[in-house]
């Protein structure tokens, strides 16, 4: 039992490149998260899904889009990337609305 | 709507001394609220959850928050802060299908 994992650990991107974070969950869990933490500010909600096939925006959706074609994985994507992306990013799932979140290692990403 | 205040980004304390990190939270009914740790270049962990079943919460690494309603308030406590409990903790609420961060407390112990 993994838990979740995220794929790469660290990535750097040029200005206006596009790439995948991939996330995947072994848990058979309903809900998944992606989350960009930053100095200060906590961990900001990027989009979420609440079951394979659905899926919503949270606090800081612009420039990221993701799907979720099965209940294991929830790749986001960075559509063209922006130095303001430079972050960590944390996916996370749970079993259910009220349940704990379980949390990735995170991705570090730098964007020059 | 439900949001979560934490009130101080940063806190000192010696070792050996009480531990108290604060969180508010706002909302029209009864949250579900959690506890989570992340220690320098960690991931995160959960601490505590509260859920409705009891106001004082036991935690791990003997942490543990009381649920307030009449201050809407979740603070987090510990009676003897060890060198081991130094990183930035979370204060988080859910609200409907999503999860809200409050911003984080960074706890320092001195020696």
């Known amino acids: 039992n993994a838990g979740v994992t995220q794929t790469p650990k660290f990535q750097v991107l040029k200005t206006g490149q596009s790439m995948t974070l991939q996330c995947a969950q072994d848990?058979?869990?309903?809900?998944m998260s992606w989350y960009r933490q930053d100095p200060g500010m906590g961990l900001r909600l990027i989009h979420y899904s609440v079951g394979a096939g659905i899926t919503d925006q949270g606090e800081v959706p612009n420039g990221y889009n993701v799907s979720r074609s099965t209940t294991e994985d929830f790749p986001l994507r960075l559509l063209s990337a922006a130095p303001s992306q430079t972050s960590v990013y944390f996916c996370?799932?749970?079993?259910?609305?009220?349940?704990?979140?379980?949390f990735g290692p995170g991705t570090r990403l730098t964007v020059t | 709507a439900q949001s979560v205040t934490q009130l101080d980004s940063h806190v000192s304390v010696s070792e050996g001394t009480p531990v108290l990190l604060r969180c508010n939270y706002s909302?029209?009914?009864?949250?579900?609220l959690f506890w989570y740790v992340q220690h320098p270049n960690k991931g995160l962990q959960l601490l505590l959850k509260y859920t409705s079943a009891a106001t004082l919460v036991k935690g791990i690494n003997g942490f543990e928050a009381e649920f307030k309603k009449s201050e809407t308030s979740f603070h987090l406590t510990k009676p003897s802060a060890h060198m081991s409990d130094a990183a930035e903790y979370f204060c988080v609420v859910y609200r409907d299908d999503k999860i809200i961060f409050g911003k984080g407390t960074r706890l320092h112990i001195l020696p």
């Open positions: 909302s029209s009914y009864s949250p579900s």
């Open positions: 996370a799932s749970r079993r259910d609305r009220y349940y704990e979140q379980y």
């Open positions: 848990m058979n869990h309903e809900y």
